[in-house]
Protein backbone atom coordinates (compact mmCIF):
# COMPACT_ATOMS: atom_id res chain seq x y z
CA UNK A 1 0.00 0.00 0.00
CA UNK A 2 1.12 3.36 -0.57
CA UNK A 3 0.77 6.33 1.45
CA UNK A 4 -0.69 9.74 -0.77
CA UNK A 5 -0.91 13.45 1.09
CA UNK A 6 -2.32 15.78 -1.40
CA UNK A 7 -1.44 19.50 -0.86
CA UNK A 8 -1.67 22.82 -2.37
CA UNK A 9 -5.17 23.88 -2.11
CA UNK A 10 -6.60 26.41 -1.41
CA UNK A 11 -9.81 29.72 -1.82
CA UNK A 12 -9.34 31.23 -5.02
CA UNK A 13 -11.07 33.58 -7.46
CA UNK A 14 -12.79 32.08 -10.78
CA UNK A 15 -10.16 32.23 -13.78
CA UNK A 16 -7.44 31.94 -11.15
CA UNK A 17 -4.75 28.97 -11.16
CA UNK A 18 -3.93 26.45 -8.47
CA UNK A 19 -1.30 23.87 -8.41
CA UNK A 20 -1.78 20.68 -6.74
CA UNK A 21 0.68 17.99 -5.37
CA UNK A 22 0.61 14.77 -4.49
CA UNK A 23 3.16 12.87 -2.71
CA UNK A 24 3.50 9.36 -2.25
CA UNK A 25 5.40 6.91 0.55
CA UNK A 26 6.49 4.23 -1.35
CA UNK A 27 9.63 3.98 -3.86
CA UNK A 28 7.12 2.04 -5.88
CA UNK A 29 5.47 4.83 -6.96
CA UNK A 30 7.60 4.57 -9.93
CA UNK A 31 5.59 1.40 -11.24
CA UNK A 32 2.04 3.21 -10.70
CA UNK A 33 -0.49 5.53 -12.70
CA UNK A 34 -1.45 7.89 -10.88
CA UNK A 35 -4.72 9.84 -10.79
CA UNK A 36 -6.38 12.93 -9.69
CA UNK A 37 -10.24 13.01 -8.95
CA UNK A 38 -12.77 15.42 -7.51
CA UNK A 39 -15.95 14.81 -5.18
CA UNK A 40 -18.04 18.26 -4.38
CA UNK A 41 -20.79 18.33 -1.93
CA UNK A 42 -23.70 16.05 -2.46
CA UNK A 43 -22.12 14.56 -5.87
CA UNK A 44 -20.06 11.04 -6.44
CA UNK A 45 -16.33 10.89 -6.98
CA UNK A 46 -15.29 12.19 -10.34
CA UNK A 47 -12.15 11.61 -12.97
CA UNK A 48 -10.12 14.34 -13.55
CA UNK A 49 -7.22 13.47 -14.78
CA UNK A 50 -4.60 10.41 -15.00
CA UNK A 51 -1.22 9.87 -15.80
CA UNK A 52 0.57 6.37 -16.91
CA UNK A 53 3.89 4.96 -14.79
CA UNK A 54 6.17 6.90 -16.99
CA UNK A 55 4.34 10.12 -17.92
CA UNK A 56 3.85 8.99 -21.44
CA UNK A 57 0.15 8.71 -21.34
CA UNK A 58 -2.29 11.08 -19.70
CA UNK A 59 -5.62 11.54 -19.56
CA UNK A 60 -8.74 14.14 -18.90
CA UNK A 61 -11.76 14.75 -18.26
CA UNK A 62 -13.61 16.50 -20.87
CA UNK A 63 -14.50 19.68 -18.09
CA UNK A 64 -11.22 20.11 -17.52
CA UNK A 65 -9.45 19.66 -20.82
CA UNK A 66 -6.95 22.73 -21.86
CA UNK A 67 -7.19 23.96 -18.33
CA UNK A 68 -5.96 21.12 -16.08
CA UNK A 69 -2.22 19.58 -16.52
CA UNK A 70 -1.20 16.48 -15.37
CA UNK A 71 2.72 15.68 -14.86
CA UNK A 72 4.57 13.50 -12.29
CA UNK A 73 8.53 13.57 -11.24
CA UNK A 74 9.38 9.74 -10.36
CA UNK A 75 12.56 11.03 -9.09
CA UNK A 76 10.88 13.35 -6.05
CA UNK A 77 7.51 10.67 -5.98
CA UNK A 78 5.69 13.16 -6.78
CA UNK A 79 2.45 14.04 -9.07
CA UNK A 80 1.11 17.20 -10.07
CA UNK A 81 -2.44 18.36 -11.14
CA UNK A 82 -1.78 22.29 -12.57
CA UNK A 83 -5.26 24.30 -12.77
CA UNK A 84 -5.94 26.83 -14.99
CA UNK A 85 -8.74 29.15 -15.63
CA UNK A 86 -10.65 27.88 -12.60
CA UNK A 87 -14.44 28.27 -12.67
CA UNK A 88 -16.95 27.61 -9.78
CA UNK A 89 -17.93 24.39 -10.72
CA UNK A 90 -14.08 23.59 -10.26
CA UNK A 91 -14.53 23.50 -6.56
CA UNK A 92 -14.55 20.14 -5.08
CA UNK A 93 -12.41 18.08 -2.46
CA UNK A 94 -9.42 16.95 -5.02
CA UNK A 95 -7.77 13.37 -4.39
CA UNK A 96 -4.73 11.56 -6.28
CA UNK A 97 -5.25 8.04 -6.45
CA UNK A 98 -2.72 5.37 -7.18
CA UNK A 99 -3.29 2.58 -10.00
CA UNK A 100 -0.88 -0.38 -9.68
CA UNK A 101 -1.75 -1.47 -12.94
CA UNK A 102 0.56 1.32 -14.02
CA UNK A 103 -1.52 2.91 -17.29
CA UNK A 104 -3.80 5.24 -15.50
CA UNK A 105 -7.21 4.48 -15.39
CA UNK A 106 -10.33 6.95 -15.30
CA UNK A 107 -12.54 4.95 -13.26
CA UNK A 108 -12.59 5.11 -9.04
CA UNK A 109 -12.76 1.32 -8.59
CA UNK A 110 -9.81 0.93 -10.26
CA UNK A 111 -7.66 2.89 -8.45
CA UNK A 112 -5.99 1.12 -4.97
CA UNK A 113 -4.68 3.67 -3.05
CA UNK A 114 -6.51 7.24 -2.15
CA UNK A 115 -5.15 10.19 -0.45
CA UNK A 116 -7.21 12.34 1.77
CA UNK A 117 -7.84 15.09 -0.44
CA UNK A 118 -7.11 18.82 -0.35
CA UNK A 119 -9.85 21.68 -0.53
CA UNK A 120 -10.39 23.67 -3.88
CA UNK A 121 -12.68 26.69 -3.56
CA UNK A 122 -12.87 28.85 -6.48
CA UNK A 123 -14.96 31.72 -5.77
CA UNK A 124 -17.06 33.61 -8.69
Known amino acids: QVHLVESGGGLVEAEGSLKLSCAAS????????MGWFRQAPGKEREFVAA????????YYADSVKGRFFISRDNAKNAVYLEMYSLKPEDTAVYYC?????????????????WGQGTQVTVSS
Open 51 to 58: ISWNGIRS
Open 26 to 33: EGTFTTYG
Open 97 to 113: AADRTGWGQKKVDDYDD
